[in-house]
């Protein structure tokens, strides 16, 4: 029997990440999509479309219905993790969800599948009873687990697992999943090496695997970051966007660490996380971005604070880091700005004593999941002050050397470090780095409003008032001012803005292409549904990362390839 001729499903289809890693493997999609939401599946079949898609609960599909006499190859299965997931706290958890996985022994004993592979959070690996209170019972973890995983063994098939993070694969997310493969056909096992790694090991040095993806590369830098000091109405105006105002004090607090870390101390863009209540970690942006989670309802997303340079004055365009600076002159419209980007998490908050958390840019993202966007970007603003001669027509510097004296009127040397953003140019749009800007007009400045949140969030003994005569200065970071050394020169953060995360961007954390269709929906008529935001991030949270699933696919089912997938030069 030719193993091409062997069906492969795909049951809870979610994002179609699963679906599109198989393809990416084998050059052919999955034969059936079996998931009870239609939204779900009107985006799988938007991108599938040679599949056949069964919008039913799985426990109301007998399997010998859906493939009959033909030979099932692959049976990939993806069932609900909320409620095995730590992101779910201490709320009641339901006994039917936990027992989704049991449709996979359903699938084992009517359609034997060849290979079965189930993802879900390292925590199905405790699956256990629960008490009448809806909570696990501590002294019985597991037992379920061990129990649905004998059951799989008595029908016949060696049964392995592992924890895999998928940017160990080519993802720029750490999202980390359990993954458990069983298979009846005699054949070993086998789990995929990873092809990245952290770029500070000597197997990414000797080019024996690639470095991982970072969460500066699912940035859409042209995008604006609002200030996080203007009110809704004021961005309204401004860039004709929503976005919430006030932020929460978790929140800030996050904003104001990141800032200190990664533009005070490193002058480097980083990540904050806003969700996980029991994690306080900053992450930077030269490594894969944590894991994101679903918490629908606007309980949370990451923000990214970035760092540029942007030239403010009249009539004038920006550069990017690595150019000369504009001439600079004594006006004090002349406006050069230094941006340092970061991701914060909202939504979840820190235990007591827990420090507030942020992420680096550098490093991979974190776990996207079902609900709205819990990453935001935040942006400072950096602007040069220091004490010269007045002179308006003075050369501009690379960005590796000292940058020229500038007059204490207010000239603003900035540095562009990832993405142009026009914080204070009512409704304009933003322009990449290696493209033209707009005019730029110059806006307020506001050292002291960012000193006052630095302070309030983050100040503890580290600044002096600004009414008062100031500290002498030793340190890096000086709250006075809020100002950070640059080659030797000191800058003064103006502004600090901060965005969520799109559905793209999300997406691109996952590892999908930006050919994947995310905006529309097929239905089963043929009709096209266009997608809300919401319905959006939940596909993305509930999807699995392709890379991750090609690579475990490849591994244990290339003798199913049919060709070349369309997606694999993406």
């Known amino acids: ?119 879900n959070v390292e925590e199905f690996r405790t699956w256990g009873p629960i008490d009448a209170d809806g909570q696990p019972c501590p002294e019985r973890r597991g037992q379920t687990f061990d129990a649905w995983a004998k059951e799989l063994r008595r029908l016949g098939y060696k049964v392995q697992w592992r924890e895999l993070r998928a940017c160990d694969y080519g993802a720029p997310t750490i999202r980390k999943r ?107 942006l030269d490594a894969p971005l944590p894991t994101l989670t679903n918490g629908g309802g606007g309980r949370g997303e990451r923000a990214l604070v970035t760092p540029f340079a942007n030239y403010a004055r009249q009539g004038g365009s920006n550069r990017s880091a690595d150019d000369p600076l504009h001439t600079i002159t004594a006006s004090a419209k002349d406006q050069n700005v230094v941006v340092a980007p970061t991701l914060i998490q909202t939504g979840y908050g820190e235990r007591e004593g827990q420090k507030p958390r942020s992420l680096d840019l550098g490093a991979p993202i974190g776990t996207q999941v079902a609900g709205g966007s819990k990453h935001a970007l935040v942006a400072t603003f950096l602007a040069q002050h220091n004490d010269g001669p007045r002179n308006g027509s003075l050369a501009g510097r690379p960005a590796d050397e000292a940058v020229s004296t500038i007059s204490s009127r207010g000239a603003q040397q900035q540095i562009v470090a990832a993405h142009l953003s026009m914080m204070r140019n009512s409704g304009k749009p933003t322009s990449a780095v290696d493209q033209p800007t707009h005019t730029i007009t110059a806006g307020g400045a506001n050292p002291a409003l960012v000193a006052a949140f630095l302070q309030k969030y983050y100040g503890t003994g580290d600044g002096a008032r600004l009414d008062e005569p100031g500290h002498t200065e030793t340190t890096r970071d000086r709250f006075g001012l809020v100002t950070v ?49 919401e319905q959006q991030g939940r596909a993305c949270g509930n999807s699995v990362c392709p890379d991750i699933a090609r690579a475990l696919v490849e591994a244990n089912c290339a003798d199913m390839a049919i060709g070349v997938s369309r997606f694999a030069a993406e």
């Open 1 to 119: 029997m030719s193993r091409v001729t062997e069906l492969i499903i795909d049951s809870f289809a979610g994002g179609g990440g699963a679906s599109t890693g198989i393809e990416m493997a084998l050059g052919r999609s999955p034969d059936y999509a079996i998931n009870h939401d239609p939204i779900a599946l009107a985006l799988h079949q938007a991108n599938h479309p040679e599949t056949i898609h069964l919008s039913k609960n799985v426990w109301h599909i007998d399997p010998l219905d859906v493939v009959g006499r033909r030979p099932v190859g692959l049976a990939w299965f993806s069932p609900d993790c909320k409620h095995f997931s730590k992101a779910k706290g201490g709320a009641p958890v339901k006994k039917n969800i936990r027992d989704l996985a049991w449709v996979v022994v359903l699938w084992a004993k009517r359609a034997r599948p060849r290979v079965i592979i189930l993802e």
């Open 485 to 533: 050394e640059i080659s030797g020169e000191p800058y003064v953060i103006e502004d600090i803005g901060m965005r969520m995360l799109t559905p793209r961007e999300r997406f691109r954390a996952q590892g999908f292409a930006d050919s994947y269709e995310i905006g529309h929906g097929v239905l089963p008529d043929g009709s096209r549904v266009k997608l809300t935001g």
């Open 178 to 284: 359990l993954f458990v493969i069983a298979r009846r056909d005699g054949k070993p096992i086998v789990w995929p090496a990873p092809t990245h790694g952290d770029p500070k090991t000597a197997a990414v040095q000797r080019g024996d695997v690639a470095a991982w993806r970072t969460a500066a590369s699912i940035i859409d830098w042209s995008l604006p970051c609002p200030s996080i000091f203007d009110t809704s109405e004021e961005i309204w105006r401004k860039h004709g966007l929503r976005a919430k105002r006030p932020l929460a004090e978790a929140t800030m607090r996050r904003i104001a660490r990141g800032i200190r870390r990664y533009v005070l101390e490193t002058a480097s863009p980083f990540i904050v996380p806003t969700t996980h209540p029991r994690d306080a970690r900053i992450h930077g």
